[in-house]
């Protein structure tokens, strides 16, 4: 197995969450981790950090843009690319806090050049830097540093 970007897929058809982990391993750029339901989806995203989350509108257990809600208001930040049927309101899926939504059925070559998008604009936000005189603000990081006095000065959401 490889070092790669880590992916969550959220999906009970078990045929998709196969087919689609072994494209993405396929490629020796990306590692998968699955789950079938919204509660093991949300435990797994407080467990650990995805690169880009993939995930269904269609759980068992629960709907998944209340999935996404949840998520975002836990703080995940990865991008999250929902899988709406044909028939979906995707403005419900984007509302919800998705980046974005490809509809079933779809290509895997469009849904694998979406997911490079979005991590490598993700890794470049959360890369960003700003320096001012003798500060230098890291937002990903919620840190303020004085490289002249040496002080970090940790910031709040507010």
Known sequence: MTNGKQILIIDDDTVLVEMLSEQLRLHEEFTTVSAASGAEALELSKKDYYDVIILDVGLPDMDGRGVCR???RNGVRSPIIMLPGADADTTLDLEAGASDYITKPFRVGALMARLRAYI??????????????PYTFQPADKLLLNT?????VRLTDK
């Open 70 to 72: 949840l998520m975002r």
């Open 120 to 133: 490598r604009q993700h890794e470049r936000r959360d890369a960003t830097v700003i320096t001012i005189g």
């Open 148 to 152: 002249a006095e040496n002080k970090k």
